[in-house]
């Protein structure tokens, strides 16, 4: 039975969505690593993961502005044929041993990410306006597959081929290529001509809207915790004795914390309202920083990473509707690009200190360091509640 239209695109969409996070959950767990192993400068070690954010937030306004003269599917094809490209070069990189090769492969890698980080505004264009924080949820839930296959896909190919790693770079290059087949199928109208044309208000103008911050500040926080956490894990949990396989376990939970509430956390907004699920995700965030402050064991990494996977989506999922919800059609693009390479920006900044804090200050350090951009997301949070109440008269919050 053929799926109606919005549904089909939503399932076209998950299943892109769960191509890019085995493929970005991979470039993790093994970035890192073989970092470790070809750099000179050993506090270096995730600039590789560093260049594919840096690439990601670079490409990040260019991508939402093709796509919004373009269409979805023309940008989600060269998206990927980005991604294809990046895993090559890497390939390359390995087998040359060079450092800064795979630095410039992971650029490219990070351009197929700048794409795929519109997957879930592609869903808000596909879904009935009653329906689009569902829609987000649903999309994003396609990463549950990135979080299981991802990280096997790092112990499997591994010593599949010699350099170690040289298998999985060409693997992440085949999920790639079947991504932009998956692409090619999507039917998504394109905007109106006047609304392609159209600028909307100057971004300063839309920048001072409080949703609009509080949507950027929920995004930017709950990456940049998650960011900085889950980069270091590898590193950490190698200074810790523990086995790689141990590690591709963890990740393995953590991006399966990520996605997996995404199938209740659009009903969850839907029910109670943005600020109040935005809350929740900090608390969580609270929660995961404790555990990884009260111990090293297998289970301490697992427990924080877990919370942390649950607390990021409910801030990325909650700060996206919000942001869809304050900004014209005709702005869309802009704003998306926008709040994207902030985003993106905060994950580049966040993953080189990563490597950095972990090496230098230990696993205790990063996570203290953390604590302020957690409290920042629930003070502004709290804020936008308070605002919006008073402005309604004590009515409902959004």
């Not at 087949?181 to 999507?186: E, G, V």
């Not at 949507?215 to 949990?237: R, S």
């Not at 009260?294 to 990021?312: P, R």
Request: hydrophobic fraction near 55%.
């Amino acid at each position: 039975m053929t799926l109606p239209s919005p549904r089909r695109n939503i399932a076209l969409l998950a299943a892109a969505q769960a191509l890019l996070l085995t493929n970005g959950v991979t470039l993790v767990a093994i970035n890192g690593l073989l970092g470790m192993q070809l750099a000179a400068d050993k506090r270096l070690a995730t600039l590789p993961i560093t260049t594919y954010v840096i690439g990601a937030a670079l490409a990040a306004l260019p991508a939402a502005l093709f796509m919004k003269h373009r269409g979805r599917r023309a940008g989600f094809m060269l998206g990927a044929a980005f991604g294809v490209g990046g895993a090559l070069l890497s390939a390359m990189a390995v087998f040359t041993s060079s450092f800064w090769l795979l630095c410039l492969a992971t650029i490219l890698a990070g351009i197929y990410n700048a794409f795929g980080q519109q997957y879930r505004f592609a869903a808000v264009d596909a879904a009935p306006a009653d329906w689009r924080g569902k829609a987000i949820s649903l999309t994003l839930a396609g990463g549950i597959v990135g979080g299981v296959v991802g990280p096997q896909v790092g112990t499997l190919t591994r010593n599949l081929l010699e350099p170690t790693y040289l298998a999985s770079y060409a693997a992440l290059a085949g999920f790639a290529a079947l991504a932009m087949a998956l692409a090619s199928r999507l039917a998504i109208p394109a905007l109106p001509v006047d609304q392609q044309q159209a600028a909307g208000r100057p971004l300063r103008a839309i920048a001072r809207q409080p949703e609009i911050i509080v949507a950027v500040l929920a995004a930017a926080c709950g990456y940049a915790t998650m960011n900085l956490l889950m980069t270091a894990t590898p590193l950490a949990m190698d200074i810790c004795g523990l086995p790689f396989a141990d590690t591709a376990f963890i990740l393995q939970w953590h991006v399966i914390g990520m996605f997996a509430p995404s199938f209740f956390t659009g009903d969850l907004i839907k029910r109670f309202g943005v600020l109040p699920v935005l809350l929740l995700g900090a608390a969580l965030l609270f929660v995961c920083i404790a555990i990884a402050l009260s111990g090293v064991s297998l289970m301490h990494f697992w427990w924080a990473l877990l919370l942390l996977g649950v607390g990021w989506n409910f801030l990325f999922v909650g700060g996206t509707t919000l942001l869809t919800e304050a900004c014209r059609p005709e702005e869309k693009a802009k704003v998306q690009g926008s709040n994207d390479f902030i985003v993106l920006g905060v994950q580049g900044v966040t993953s080189l200190a990563a490597g950095m804090l972990v090496t230098d200050g230990g696993w205790a350090t990063l996570n203290a360091l953390a604590l302020p951009i957690v409290m920042l997301t629930a003070l502004a949070s709290l804020l936008l509640w308070w605002w919006l109440s008073r402005a309604k008269g004590g009515g409902r919050s959004r």
